[in-house]
């Protein structure tokens, strides 16, 4: 059977030259964008690799999965006080002060400011990149494959939440195991007193009610 270990030791698919060329590119880019968080970085391409890993063991495109990894954490670079002053300055409204949702707002500012840079990344991979905080309550199966690496890629410190969604891998949907891993967000954030979005309330509640509807358990 597949599992989490497959899916982190998986070999590179045949990509062509030029998505191999933008993938170089993306990743020199991205070392001179991260140089001052190594951390970052490291993460960062672990989450493009697992990423890669969870699209080709469900059946989603590898290459998109790939380059959303490599781009979901670019604005890291920026402060949290920078971070909430460009979102000010692109009009992004959570509904609530964003000085609240900072670790939020990378990646909806990313999407907003990067297609631009990179024009030949396709769309579907700017939306990853947008939801891949908040979560969203339609999430395309690339947005809930970046979701998920971004919080079971093997650079993350063993939790009890996140080795429950990495032995989920493979052996059940690729839907289940996004909402083991949203649910586990939320307790996470709940667990640490820390500020929960509204919006993230919202979403919870219209996937629940879209799961129960559906016949989920």
Not at 54 to 64: F, W
Not at 137 to 157: C, H, N, Y
Not at 159 to 181: K, N, Q
Request: proline share 6%; aromatic share 6%.
């Amino acid at each position: 059977m597949t599992g989490y270990k497959d899916v982190i030791g998986h070999a590179e698919p045949d990509y062509s030259v030029e998505q191999r060329e933008l993938i170089a590119r993306l990743e020199r880019d991205l070392k001179v964008q991260l140089a001052h968080k190594q951390h970052r970085l490291a993460h960062s391409l672990s989450v493009a690799s697992c990423a890669e890993g969870l699209a080709l063991l469900y059946g989603v495109d590898p290459y998109k999965a790939r380059l959303a990894g490599i781009l979901h954490d670019w604005e890291k670079a920026l402060s949290g006080e920078k971070i909430v002053s460009r979102a000010r300055e692109l009009g992004i409204d959570m509904g609530v002060d964003l000085e609240l949702v900072a670790p939020l707002l990378h990646g909806i500012v990313a999407a907003r400011d990067l297609p631009n840079s990179y024009p030949e990344v396709p769309p579907e991979v700017w939306n990853a990149v947008k939801v891949h905080t908040t979560a969203a309550p339609q999430m395309s199966p690339l947005d809930m494959v970046l979701f998920v690496a971004d919080g079971i890629e093997p650079l993350r410190p063993k939790t009890p939440g996140i080795e429950a969604s990495r032995a989920l891998v493979g052996s059940t949907t690729l839907a289940d195991l996004f909402w083991e891993s949203f649910v586990g967000g939320i307790i996470y954030v709940l667990k640490g007193s820390r500020y929960l979005w509204p919006g993230t309330i919202d979403t919870y509640n219209r996937l629940a009610a879209a799961r129960e509807g559906a016949g989920a358990r």
